[in-house]
């Protein structure tokens, strides 16, 4: 029977009209364009730590990245796509959202345009372009798969939300572009999913990206004035470990803020956030991507003398 359904498969995809030559090369030239109009756009960064990739954001030098490409580096030499080299600094990074600026004294640069990463569909061609392991200016071709949300990047980051892509990510491909078909800028490619079957190696065709909407919000505050105080996301005020799948335990408070002013404390484990049950670190982190920051949720805690309590804490927004 499944040779059957096989075969008439094949029987219909045989029938199926071939693509004219002509309509072929005219989507190889479309790609070749996109690629020598985006190309100058995209640069490697190389640090002490390694090599990465980064988006001219404007003409007078700013460069959009990703926060792990630059953390703990102080030096940072950026290669433009004709090979000129700067010494870059840094202007600010935000590790929620792993997303950083670095700027360079240049000009004659070729600005990336970004698109509204909201009207991206489900099928659409994107292009990939970076450095993956140090090989400048790679292009690698796929499709948006699917719009996630709650992405952990399993270094204690969890992106709000993310772009699913097929198109090759590989190391270096961090902080590059991705674009679609009209030389936008849509994402910049963070990670490759793992699969543990392959002993933990990149999962062949599921990439994710950080959406154009949320590097666009999050860089222009950093090149204004090197922080972030309009995030988007809520915030607990406190940090919290693992407890082994009974709730999350509060390790820090920050004084004046949310938890603190609730009446949180260190060594209280954190059950439940908003009705929505807490079994560690990445749940609170999944839950709080879902509120807002000025809202007044209930928060379910569990006192070290095993008294339990329920407070309510007035989120504010991740800084």
Same mark, same amino acid.
């Given at each position: 029977?499944?040779?059957?359904?096989?075969?008439?498969?094949?029987?219909?995809?045989?029938?199926?009209?071939?693509?004219?030559?002509?309509?072929?090369?005219?989507?190889?030239?479309?790609?070749?364009?996109?690629?020598?109009?985006?190309?100058?756009?995209?640069?490697?960064?190389?640090?002490?730590?390694?090599?990465?990739?980064?988006?001219?954001?404007?003409?007078?030098?700013?460069?959009?990245?990703?926060?792990?490409?630059?953390?703990?580096?102080?030096?940072?030499?950026?290669?433009?796509?004709?090979?000129?080299?700067?010494?870059?600094?840094?202007?600010?990074?935000?590790?929620?959202?792993?997303?950083?600026?670095?700027?360079?004294?240049?000009?004659?640069?070729?600005?990336?345009?970004?698109?509204?990463?909201?009207?991206?569909?489900?099928?659409?061609?994107?292009?990939?372009?970076?450095?993956?392991?140090?090989?400048?200016?790679?292009?690698?071709?796929?499709?948006?798969?699917?719009?996630?949300?709650?992405?952990?990047? /399993?270094? $204690?980051?969890?992106? @709000? !939300?993310?772009?699913? #892509?097929?198109? =090759?990510?590989?190391?270096?491909? *961090? &902080?590059?572009?991705?674009?679609?078909?009209?030389?936008?800028?849509?994402?910049?490619?963070?990670?490759?999913?793992?699969?543990?079957?392959?002993?933990?190696?990149?999962?062949? /065709?599921? $990439?994710?990206?950080? @959406? !154009?909407?949320?590097? #666009?919000?999050? =860089?222009?505050?950093?090149?204004? *004035? &090197?922080?972030?105080?309009?995030?988007?996301?809520?915030?607990?005020?406190?940090?919290?470990?693992?407890?082994?799948?009974?709730?999350?335990?509060?390790?820090?408070?920050?004084? /004046?803020?949310?938890?603190?002013?609730?009446?949180?404390?260190?060594?209280?484990?954190?059950?439940?956030?908003?009705?929505?049950?807490?079994?560690?670190?990445?749940?609170?982190?999944?839950?709080?991507?879902?509120?807002?920051?000025?809202?007044?949720?209930?928060?379910?805690?569990?006192?070290?003398?095993?008294?339990?309590?329920?407070?309510?804490?007035?989120?504010?927004?991740?800084?």
């Amino acid at each position: 029977m499944l040779l059957a359904v096989a075969l008439a498969a094949c029987g219909v995809s045989a029938a199926a009209p071939a693509a004219s030559p002509t309509s072929s090369f005219k989507l190889q030239s479309e790609y070749v364009k996109l690629v020598q109009d985006v190309g100058p756009s995209v640069v490697l960064i190389e640090t002490n730590a390694g090599l990465g990739s980064g988006i001219i954001f404007d003409a007078q030098g700013d460069i959009v990245t990703n926060n792990h490409v630059v953390a703990g580096s102080q030096s940072f030499l950026v290669v433009l796509s004709n090979g000129k080299q700067y010494q870059g600094s840094l202007l600010g990074s935000y590790a929620p959202d792993d997303l950083a600026v670095i700027r360079i004294q240049a000009t004659g640069l070729h600005p990336a345009t970004f698109a509204n990463s909201s009207n991206l569909q489900v099928g659409d061609i994107v292009l990939a372009i970076g450095n993956p392991l140090g090989l400048q200016s790679t292009v690698s071709e796929g499709i948006v798969s699917a719009m996630r949300t709650a992405i952990p990047e /399993g270094n $204690g980051v969890t992106l @709000p !939300s993310a772009i699913q #892509t097929t198109a =090759a990510i590989n190391p270096g491909n *961090s &902080g590059g572009a991705l674009i679609d078909l009209n030389e936008q800028v849509v994402g910049i490619p963070t990670l490759a999913a793992t699969d543990p079957q392959l002993g933990g190696g990149a999962a062949p /065709g599921i $990439g994710f990206a950080i @959406p !154009s909407n949320t590097i #666009t919000l999050i =860089a222009k505050q950093l090149i204004a *004035s &090197g922080s972030v105080t309009n995030s988007g996301r809520s915030a607990l005020g406190a940090q919290v470990g693992n407890t082994g799948g009974s709730g999350a335990l509060v390790t820090t408070v920050k004084a /004046g803020g949310p938890a603190a002013m609730a009446g949180i404390k260190v060594g209280d484990v954190i059950k439940a956030i908003a009705g929505q049950p807490v079994t560690g670190a990445q749940a609170v982190a999944d839950v709080l991507l879902t509120l807002k920051a000025g809202q007044e949720v209930p928060v379910n805690v569990v006192h070290p003398d095993g008294s339990t309590g329920t407070v309510t804490v007035t989120l504010s927004e991740l800084q």
